[in-house]
Every structure is written in C-alpha cells, then in structure tokens.
C-alpha cells in the first residue's frame, strides 16, 4: 500500500474519495466546514437529515457534493469531540479504511488526523493513520484463493495536512508508520503460515531472503552440529523431538554511520521461534492447538522489527537472535524428569515438556553475552498463564530495571502497542528448585507468567534484560483468528528512540 502527504485547497484536490470526520452532534472537523462551505453547506444539509451523528466508527457516504472535485465524499463518526480518545480516533481511521475497501475508490484522501484527540502528537496522528489502514487492507492470502478479497483493493491513501510547515513531520510520520506497518505485516504473514510450511528452515530461509534485500543486514544461521559444539544442551533437547531440525538464526544490522555505530553496543533481540508447540510427551489438549503454530510469533517479530529497521535505515547496531525449533512427541524427545545441561553450565530438571519455550530461550540468551548488548529484550509467546492474567491488550513486561521498565511502558504508549509489568521478584525463584538440577523448568500453577520469567532471569545477568510475554497479544482466536505483528511496533519505537530519531517517550 502506498502512502502520501498533501495540502492545499481541499475542494479542489480530484481523488476518488474525500475522507472527512464528523463529531457527535453532526459536528464537522475543520475539514468537513471547508468541503460544506465550498458546496453551498449541502453537508450540512444531508446531516440533518440524521442519517449519521458522528457515533465513533460510523460511516456515510455521499455522492456528487456540488462545487467539490472529489468524487465520493465519506463521512466518518469520531464521537464526542471532547471525549475523544486515541482509541475512538483509531475506531474512525480503522471504519474508514474498512469502508474503502468495500468501494471501488481505490484511493483516497483523508483528514482524519485532524480529528484526532487533543494530546496526540501531529505525529502520531498521521502515523496511526498510516499504521491502522495497512493493518486493515492486510489479507492472508498464501495458501487459499481468497474469493472475499475487494475487487478495487485500497490501493493509495493521501494523508491532507493542514498547514504546509507541518508536512516534513507529517512525511516522517508517514514513513516510519510505513516501515513499521511492512514490519507487522511479516511479522503477521510468517505467525499465520502453518507449522508444515514454517518450520525452523523456512524461517532460516527467510532471514537469508532479508538479509539479501538489504547491505546493511547480514544473517548467521548456526546448524545443531554448532549449536553441539557450543553446549546448547537445553535449546537441542526441544528440537530432539523433531525431524526438523533446529536453526539459531542471527541478524546483524549495521545502519547508517557504520563506524560510531560499530562500536556502539547493540540493541538485541531475542524472538522464540518455535514454529509448532505441541507440548511435546506433556502433550496439549488438542482443543486449539493450531493455534501453537503461532508459537513462533517472537521470533517473527524480530525478523519484522529488523526489517524496519534496514527500511529506515536507523543509526543504530541491532542484534537479532531467534532460536528456531519444533517441539513434538517422539521417542527420541525429552520425557519429564530429564536432566539437561544449558550452554550457562546450569542443568535443567525437564518436569513439564511443555515448557520448551525457555529451553530455547535460555540458551540464545547466554549465547547473547558474546555480542556485549547494551540490552537484551526477548520477546516470546510463553505462558498461558501470561493470557489469563493480561488477556489479549497488553503484553506482559519483566525486568529488574526501572528504568528499563519505563522505556518500555513508555514505547508501548506511543506505539499503541502496551505492556503491562508483573513482578520479578526474589520470592518467586525458590518456585523453581528442583533436588536434580540447578533449576526446575516449571513452578507450579501459581504465577505462571512470573516463573517462567524467573527462569529466563537465570540466563540474563550479564546484560540489562527485559522480557515481554506475548502469548496474548501475538494472534487473535476464534472468527478473527490471526496474527497481530505485535509487538513489532513497540520494538520498532524502541529503535526509533534508542538511534535517536525520535525523543524518547518517557
Ligand atoms: N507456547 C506455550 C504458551 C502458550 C499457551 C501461549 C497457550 C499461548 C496460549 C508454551 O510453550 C507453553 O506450553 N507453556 C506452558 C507452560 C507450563 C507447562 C508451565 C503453559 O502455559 O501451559
Ligand atoms: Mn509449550
Ligand atoms: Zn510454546
């Protein structure tokens, strides 16, 4: 989808549709006095006729307005004008596009930015505007003919800027809501092919695929026999139970300044790439479990994260790190009560083989030490438990670092991608004990999300850390089920502040 900022006189710019809000009340955006006074207030006239009050998400379209070039003019509800949130704002922007795509416009005009809720940035407003559309037109399409695809897909959207001085920081809205669009759209794409399709090598090919695309992008990919070498005895004991074999996939970007940037720590991250959960001999109930095929979605968003990254061209030094691997029963897989030894050194006591999410982890994360990050964020659909505490709006935050914490909450804001952060604590670890081995790889029913993050803490002292749970947030289920792309969004702000681009957000 292509993307573009305009201004000018906006009764006499030609496009297909001219997208305007109306606020409850019939209340016109400044826009929408502008388009009533040049056809003779006939918009003032339809509405009150009372087809459309301004209800958030409510849309009207109306047909050859006098004295305006435009060829459809869409009404779009934004609420209350004094009540109106980022969340009602992105209802109008989402129920336009929505609509378009059920036209045969195929390009538009919008200025809803203008009705967006008084604290939002300029910014922000044109870069929901440019996030929301692409996550609406987005069809998976891969492996079925999909007969409800619109016959004129919205092919085009021109943001309308009001003052001429606001149009670079409108075009830098536009393009960085482009980029991380691109990047949930992969992110989305790869989450949503099925585990005999994406598996461990099919990710590895992917990420050789990126890394062609772009010079300053290079990918590593180690094979078990390396991964063997190195000791990752907790991430191939997940993987012995699979024919598909696993890959540690590696990025290394590199962006503009290559020198200073060079020496500049790296940003990591770390993604779970598991490609299809099973459970493994702890089978799952197999209610759902297509779903697990998304257990890959971390690692996902990495390769999504990167890929705006290579776009923008940040000035940044980024590590991606995303260990690759099935988990299925076999007689070759880990049973409960196995012992195996992680590339730390620390053993591991196996008691549930459904825990396989931080067997991969916690190796990739010790082999993250080596590139001396100035933090490490993973990034992993880990917990059920995770789900039943957040539900599917926020991501699960945990870090020992307040400071970090706030980063991170801050980013999730700004990119409307939130987290939510639980607790780390202390108290949690003895849940982990085992008479076997250094550590259980399970704590119990009671605060699943925290012990599985308390188990990944284990393998992250050596370099500031914070790890997000996404197993909520990552796809929906039921009707809409799909994966989301978060949280590439999130991961992308964090990049755009940490090169600098933008101001940091806390
Ligand atoms: N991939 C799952 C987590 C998951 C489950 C995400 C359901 C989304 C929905 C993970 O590997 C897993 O199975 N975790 C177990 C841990 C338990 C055995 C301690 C879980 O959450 O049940
Ligand atoms: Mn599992
Ligand atoms: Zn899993």
């Known amino acids: 989808m292509e993307f573009k900022i305009k201004s000018g006189d906006l009764a006499k710019h030609k496009t297909p549709c001219l997208v305007l809000g109306v606020f409850e009340k019939r209340k016109l955006a400044p826009a929408g006095e502008v388009i009533d006074k040049a056809s003779g207030g006939r918009l003032t006239e339809l509405l009150k006729k ?236 197999g209610a759902d479990m297509d779903e697990m095929k998304y257990d890959m979605c971390g690692g996902a968003s990495v390769f999504g994260a990167v890929q705006a990254a290579c776009e923008l061209d940040l000035p940044i030094h980024l590590i991606g790190v995303v260990p690759a691997s099935e988990n299925l029963p076999d007689g070759d897989a880990n049973k409960p009560g196995d012992i195996v030894k992680s590339l730390s050194g620390q053993t591991i006591e196996i008691l549930n083989t459904d825990a396989e999410g931080r067997l991969i982890l916690c190796d990739a994360l010790t082999y993250s030490e080596r590139f001396d990050p100035a933090v490490v964020i993973d990034l992993a659909t880990l917990t059920g438990a995770c789900v039943v505490a957040l539900g599917k709006h926020a991501s699960g935050l945990f870090t020992a670092d307040d400071q970090l914490a706030s980063e991170l909450q801050a980013a999730g804001v700004a990119a409307w991608d939130r987290v939510w952060r639980l607790p780390l604590w202390e108290d949690y670890q003895a849940q982990l004990d085992s008479n076997f081995a250094d550590m259980a790889n399970v704590g119990g029913r009671d605060g699943g999300a925290i012990t599985a993050a308390c188990f990944l803490s284990r393998y992250a002292k050596k370099f500031p850390w914070a790890h997000l749970d996404i197993a909520g947030t990552a796809w929906l289920s039921g009707k809409e089920k799909g994966g989301t792309g978060r949280p590439v969004p999130l991961l992308v702000q964090v990049l755009l502040e940490r090169s600098g681009v933008l101001s940091a957000s806390t």
């Open 50 to 285: 009372g087809d459309l009050d301004g209800e958030p998400g409510r849309t009207l379209m109306l047909y050859d307005l006098p004295g305006v070039a435009a060829e459809r003019v869409l009404l779009v509800g934004c609420g209350k004008r004094k009540e109106a949130t980022r969340a009602t704002y992105r209802q109008a922007l989402a129920a336009s596009v929505d609509l378009l795509q059920r036209t045969h416009a195929g390009e538009a005009l919008s200025t809803l930015a203008e009705a967006a809720p008084e604290g939002l940035s300029h910014y922000l407003a044109v870069r929901d505007a440019v996030t929301t559309a692409a996550e609406r037109v987005y069809r998976y399409s891969q492996t079925k003919d999909d007969k409800q695809a619109p016959k004129t897909p919205l092919r085009t959207l021109t943001l309308w800027v009001t003052k001429k001085q606001e149009s670079d920081e409108a075009e830098q809205a536009l393009r960085h809501g482009a980029a991380i669009a691109e990047g949930v759209t992969l992110a989305r794409e790869l989450g949503n092919l099925p585990g005999n399709l994406c598996t461990p090598s099919y990710l590895a090919d992917q990420a050789h695929d990126l890394a062609a695309r772009f010079d300053t992008l290079s990918v590593e990919v180690l094979e078990e026999a390396q991964m063997e070498e190195l000791g990752m005895g907790a991430l191939l004991s997940v993987s012995r139970g699979s024919r598909q074999p696993a890959k540690l996939i590696v990025f290394h970007y590199q962006g503009a300044g290559q020198g200073a940037a060079a020496a500049q720590r790296p940003v990591v991250l770390v993604g779970k790439g598991l490609t299809f959960d099973a459970g493994g001999i702890s089978l799952k109930p």
